[in-house]
């Protein structure tokens, strides 16, 4: 055995690991081995952002302590890694930085100022994520803006049409103007804003009807005023007609019980579309629709003197002429729920559009069923994936008139419209960069590319699949479904969800068995951690004074698995303080080993046994802890047995043993080397660095721990007199020191005779532990006595009292 050196530059030993893990393939997943089970990571591709936060540590942190457990539990670890590329994200970070909109420059160019932005950007997360001592497999690193991932991108569109799983249609969905994109229900932020209600009148022949609105821009797209059947104000309009005001258009009165009597006025204007109440009438009354805007927000002709404006321009300038002409009957104050752009905080209208859809409510209940069948950690965050499944109302759209993203993979026939799909074979394409060679059934040959591509969530909701190594790996299947996606909390509803209908469309199976799920990453002042704020830590700051180790500690331990945590200083410090003491105690263990022969076995005594059980106790309750994904009670019971009884008293009680010779020497030794190998195994999915670095000093030069096995709880070695007599004589050592202390004399001075007294029980297991407390405090003649006595009290043990000569 080496010996471990009394200095350790700790961030160069963790950049040494690093490199070598990678030349040794150590995380490598075998796709040809059959003899271990598997356990497959579906790591989410982040969106590289060029910032790798605290957040994303406390993730990766997660994922890596999962992967690096199942390896020492026997398993064939698949941990891959990509980046999700695509999307309105790198588009608008793209616009910004250019000083560009997408339509300035040809689509090639913009998509390629898009692939150079997001390049140099993964460069700096894979960077953190080695830094951090991440065990991913490199070999499995992948894009999606790549064109092999589209490929299979492209394919799943194909499957899923063929199921007729996918369709296009004319439906209304969420629209940012700003982006000109179609975006899904998942992206819309819902906030509450202060706006104005105003009441406005509507002309009948029998006289005015007010209503309240918020948007009255929207009057010229309003095809109908519904009332409740059962308010007696208004029941004998039913059937009649109302005069918009302003545009003048007439309107028919309808009966509709979704309407409610007690908000406004009772009476409610239907438009194309104000909000998803009008979508759900003008389906149900089989109404017209009237475009209002164009994909860039601005008001049609329809609109009539205010066509050409922005729409909350037009609001304004309507709004002021009603007011002029009378026509606001009441204006008030109100707190409004408003939908924005994920990305650019724009409000967001609903428009009706042809758009691809892919069909998800259809597939409800089954996303229910399994998310009921599958494992949580924790478990209640289950419902938050059943909430958000039975709460949609639309189909996904899948298309978006942006750039950066997969294409769809269809043209049209000029002559008839007819779909004219890719062939498998033919993927992956871009319509319109490859025009297609082909007949349509009506004998045309020119065909019109789809301008659309998909939602970027497309891409990322298929990676269960695609890390499983569908569909070019026969054996793919063997890797599916994913043992387990780990995700945050924040978007269960996006990708949880995607990946759950996506899969359950295409395999008729669940995307993955279980769902571990992290929270957020607040500031020290308890407030959502951002650089605005001033309460953010950037990671290359706490890899540079700490390296990873450390905060990888306050990632396991700074709170429960599912709930938000904040990051501290201190748990990070906490954690350095605990690698010293363990390194420290790992070198005098190795020294003391220097001369240690596994052959010639002792006896253990009485302290051997009694940190033995403990050891046992703590394997048990962190291989438990592990199990259920709760790696804050793995670390606590860990570490608190390796520097609360391990280091404080196991090491300090048998210092004097090792030291010696014969049977107790050797005794200590073999019950040190057994020890030690367990807890820093224990520890090794935390801090796999450290643990890496003693390992393959102490025990294996060559293999690496995290390919050692997981230590088993040992029943046998469990042995309750021991403990309880063991904690007996610990607690006298430590008062008996204490008492030195409190005398001003130093710890290591040697004391002529101390006479203990307790009663039976306890004078017994004084008696089995003599020779450790005489050795530990260096006692000249020491006397057990049994009966109450002496003229200090023990804390803990008020029947057992000393008396101490120095
Ligand atoms: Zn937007
Ligand atoms: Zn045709």
């Not at 450290?690 to 000093?697: A, D, P, Q, Y």
């Amino acid at each position: 055995m080496n010996v471990l050196p009394r200095k350790m530059d700790f961030l160069q030993m963790e950049e040494k690991w690093q490199r070598q893990w990678e030349t040794e393939g150590t995380h490598r997943y075998d796709w040809d081995d059959d003899s271990r089970p598997v356990y497959s990571i579906d790591t989410p591709p982040p969106y590289p952002s060029g910032d790798f936060h605290m957040g994303n540590f406390l993730n990766w942190t997660y994922f890596d302590m999962r992967a690096r457990y199942k390896r020492m539990r026997g398993y064939n670890v698949l941990f891959p890694q990509g980046w999700d590329c695509h999307g309105l994200p790198t588009e608008v970070a793209v616009e910004k930085a250019k000083g560009v909109r997408k339509s300035d420059v040809p689509p090639d160019v913009f998509r390629r100022m898009c692939e150079e932005w997001i390049e140099q950007y993964i460069g700096v997360m894979k960077t953190a994520v080695i830094r951090m001592g991440c065990s991913v497999d490199w070999t499995t690193e992948y894009r999606t803006m790549e064109p092999e991932y589209m490929r299979k991108v492209q394919l799943s569109f194909l499957l899923l049409y063929d199921k007729d799983m996918i369709y296009k249609g004319e439906h209304p969905i969420n629209w940012c103007p700003r982006c000109e994109t179609a975006i899904a229900d998942a992206e819309v932020e819902h906030e509450t804003k202060r706006g104005k209600i105003y009441t406005v009148p509507f002309f009948t022949e029998d006289g005015e009807v007010l209503i309240a609105t918020t948007r009255p821009v929207y009057l010229p797209a309003c095809v109908a005023l519904g009332v409740h059947p059962g308010d007696e104000r208004y029941r004998r309009l039913i059937g009649g007609k109302a005069k918009v005001p302003v545009f003048g258009q007439e309107v028919p009165i309808i009966a509709n019980d979704e309407v409610d009597p007690e908000f406004g006025t009772g009476a409610m204007m239907i438009c194309t579309y104000g909000d998803k109440a009008d979508v759900v009438a003008v389906a149900r009354f089989n109404l017209p629709v009237v475009r209002l805007i164009d994909g860039k927000g601005t008001l049609l002709e329809v609109a009539g003197k205010y066509a050409g404006m922005p729409i909350q321009e037009g609001q304004e300038a309507l709004v002021k002429d009603m007011q002029e002409a009378g026509l606001i009957k009441e204006e008030q104050d109100l707190d409004q729920e408003v939908g924005l752009c994920w990305r650019c905080d724009t409000p967001i209208e609903v428009v009706t559009a042809r758009q691809w859809f892919m069909r998800t409510i259809s597939l409800t209940d089954r996303v229910v069923e399994t998310a009921k069948r599958i494992t949580w950690y924790p478990d209640w965050m289950r419902q938050r994936l059943i909430d958000w499944a039975t709460g949609l109302d639309w189909d996904w759209v899948l298309s978006r008139q942006r750039v950066f993203a997969t294409p769809v993979p269809a043209w049209y026939c000029t002559s008839c419209g007819k779909i004219r799909l890719a062939k498998p074979e033919e993927l992956p394409v871009d319509p319109k960069v490859t025009s297609i060679d082909d007949v349509c059934e009506c004998g045309g040959t020119e065909f019109t590319p789809d301008s659309d591509v998909m939602d970027t969530w497309f891409d990322s909701s298929l990676t269960c699949a695609i890390h499983a190594g569908w569909p070019d790996r026969p054996n793919w299947r063997k890797q599916f479904p994913a043992s387990v996606h780990p995700s945050g909390q924040d978007i269960i509803r996006t990708w949880a969800y995607y990946l759950m209908v996506r899969h359950l469309a295409l395999f008729d199976e669940t995307a993955y068995d279980s769902v571990l799920i992290n929270g957020m990453v607040f500031g020290s002042d308890g407030r959502m951690m951002s650089k605005s704020l001033g309460n953010y830590v950037a990671t290359p700051e706490v890899f540079s004074k700490y390296g990873a180790d450390a905060p990888r500690q306050w990632a396991a331990a700074g709170g429960s698995t599912g709930t938000d945590i904040p990051f501290r200083w201190e748990d990070v410090e906490y954690g350095w303080r605990f690698m010293r003491k363990l390194w420290n105690a790992c070198r005098f263990t190795s020294m003391r080993l220097q001369d240690y022969d596994p052959t010639n076995r002792a006896e253990p005594e009485l302290l051997d046994r009694w940190i033995v059980s403990k050891l046992q106790r703590t394997v048990k309750r962190a291989t438990e802890a592990m199990e259920d994904c709760d790696f804050m009670n793995t670390s606590e019971a860990t570490r608190n047995f390796i520097w609360h009884v391990f280091c404080d008293h196991y090491l300090e009680a048998a210092k004097t043993r090792l030291y010696g010779d014969g049977d107790g020497k050797k005794a200590a030794q073999q019950t040190l080397h057994y020890t030690v190998e367990r807890m820093i195994k224990l520890m090794a999915p935390i801090t796999p660095h450290i643990t890496e670095e003693i390992w393959r000093t102490m025990y294996d030069p060559d293999n690496s721990i995290n390919l050692s096995a997981w230590p088993e709880y040992d029943e046998t070695m469990i042995d309750e007199e021991a403990e309880k007599a063991g904690d007996i004589v610990i607690a006298a050592i430590s008062d008996i020191r204490r008492e030195k202390n409190r005398r001003g004399v130093s710890l290591n001075a040697s004391m002529k005779s101390v006479q203990l007294y307790a009663s039976g029980d306890d004078a017994k297991a004084l008696k089995l532990g003599s020779g450790d407390i005489k050795d530990t405090l260096k006692i000249e003649s020491l006397d057990i006595v049994a009966g109450g006595g002496g003229d200090a009290k023990l804390e803990d043990y008020p029947e057992i009292g000393f008396t101490v000569t120095l």
